[in-house]
């Protein structure tokens, strides 16, 4: 850990890594849609963001994406659900959103502590 480096920012650069991956997963699912035969892939978000803060380094990926199982199926194979994906889009925007702002307030108390020091 360098002197910039706290365990908040490395807790929320972590997070917005994970945020990242799940936004690509829900734009693929979204993007596939029409697509016959295709399953949607997601990740246990709270699973992978438990192991990436406990795992160290070792911990940080990759994420596993998964397969999701029990949704509704179109005659075509297809299981991908607007609505779901819709529903994840706005919570990871929502992730996203909080994690950028922790790391706003950090960095700002970091820059007081630093500008105070003189």
Known sequence: MNWMNTR???MASRELDL???RHSLV???LANIDT???R???IDFRRELERTLEGGEAGLFPARSREVRGLME???GNNVSLEREGLLLAE???RYRL???LLRAEFHRLLTAINEGR
């Open 19 to 21: 945020v990242a991956l």
């Open 40 to 42: 949607t892939r997601d």
């Open 36 to 38: 016959p035969g295709y």
């Open 99 to 101: 994690g950028v702002q």
């Open 92 to 94: 990871t925007q929502l």
């Open 74 to 76: 179109r005659p075509d």
């Open 8 to 10: 908040l920012i490395e």
């Open 27 to 29: 734009s693929s699912n």
